[in-house]
């Protein structure tokens, strides 16, 4: 978090991710995961998610999303968040707030007999009254001791998700959020994710684990009771 900022490229921030990852024993889990070159995904304004760190520097005004995935002792742990990049505009502040917001929403809704396939209402419901928009090509995931599995969590209202949650049970929430259209593309790179329109993407993401009450968030921040870094 402390790294980002003007000037800084995606490519220092990513050799920053895997060096601590290494020194604390694990395993940068994107790293050669089908063929992604990288350590982390650095997702800059109009990508929605698996961007590529490179050699561009980050731009006053940016937003920036870097997804961070471990193995370590057997298991995955993936989490991300949107960062400001020196100032942004209000439009652009709303937008990683509504999409931080979605997303605590989402997670006080997870105890055992909840439905998977509701979490996308609850989002959506929330992001309909910001004015923005839910990605519907991707989605939560279980994680466990593999880095993608069931059950599949969709960020969007009237989906089909299957399943009911148990305690035990692990998975990721993790809506992206556009300032447009929901409409995405790839890049030719097969990984980088797009708005169609151009316009921005925010998102925040979480590892979850269902409780016999509710849910731990394994992946929560420690310091300031665990809010993002944009609030810092």
């Given at each position: 978090?402390?790294?980002?900022?003007?000037?800084?490229?995606?490519?220092?921030?990513?050799?920053?991710?895997?060096?601590?990852?290494?020194?604390?024993?694990?395993?940068?889990?994107?790293?050669?995961?089908?063929?992604?070159?990288?350590?982390?995904?650095?997702?800059?304004?109009?990508?929605?998610?698996?961007?590529?760190?490179?050699?561009?520097?980050?731009?006053?005004?940016?937003?920036?999303?870097?997804?961070?995935?471990?193995?370590?002792?057997?298991?995955?742990?993936?989490?991300?968040?949107?960062?400001?990049?020196?100032?942004?505009?209000?439009?652009?502040?709303?937008?990683?707030?509504?999409?931080?917001?979605?997303?605590?929403?989402?997670?006080a809704s997870v105890?055992?007999?909840?439905?998977?396939?509701?979490?996308?209402?609850?989002?959506?419901?929330?992001?309909?009254?910001?004015?923005?928009?839910?990605?519907?090509?991707?989605?939560?995931?279980?994680?466990?001791?593999?880095?993608?599995?069931?059950?599949?969590?969709?960020?969007?209202?009237?989906?089909?998700?299957?399943?009911?949650?148990?305690?035990?049970?692990?998975?990721?929430?993790?809506?992206?959020?556009?300032?447009?259209?929901?409409?995405?593309?790839?890049?030719?790179?097969?990984?980088?994710?797009v708005t169609t329109?151009?316009?921005?993407?925010?998102?925040?993401?979480?590892?979850?684990?269902?409780?016999?009450?509710?849910?731990?968030?394994?992946?929560?921040?420690?310091?300031?009771?665990?809010?993002?870094?944009?609030?810092?």
């Amino acid at each position: 978090a402390s790294m980002v900022k003007v000037g800084v490229t995606t490519e220092e921030i990513d050799d920053a991710v895997y060096n601590a990852t290494i020194n604390r024993d694990c395993y940068p889990s994107p790293l050669n995961y089908r063929g992604f070159p990288k350590s982390c995904c650095t997702s800059v304004n109009e990508v929605i998610c698996h961007g590529i760190p490179d050699k561009r520097p980050l731009e006053d005004g940016d937003i920036v999303n870097i997804d961070i995935t471990v193995f370590k002792d057997g298991f995955h742990g993936d989490l991300n968040e949107t960062f400001y990049v020196g100032n942004v505009d209000e439009k652009g502040k709303k937008l990683v707030e509504a999409s931080y917001e979605c997303l605590q929403r989402a997670i006080a809704s997870v105890k055992p007999g909840a439905k998977y396939r509701d979490v996308g209402n609850i989002i959506q419901k929330y992001i309909n009254t910001q004015g923005f928009s839910v990605v519907r090509s991707y989605c939560g995931h279980g994680i466990n001791q593999l880095f993608h599995t069931a059950p599949s969590v969709p960020h969007y209202a009237k989906n089909k998700a299957v399943g009911i949650m148990k305690p035990g049970h692990c998975f990721t929430i993790e809506p992206m959020i556009n300032e447009g259209g929901w409409g995405d593309t790839l890049w030719p790179d097969d990984w980088t994710a797009v708005t169609t329109d151009g316009k921005r993407s925010s998102q925040f993401e979480q590892t979850l684990l269902v409780t016999e009450t509710g849910c731990e968030i394994l992946t929560a921040r420690k310091e300031k009771n665990g809010q993002p870094y944009f609030r810092d």
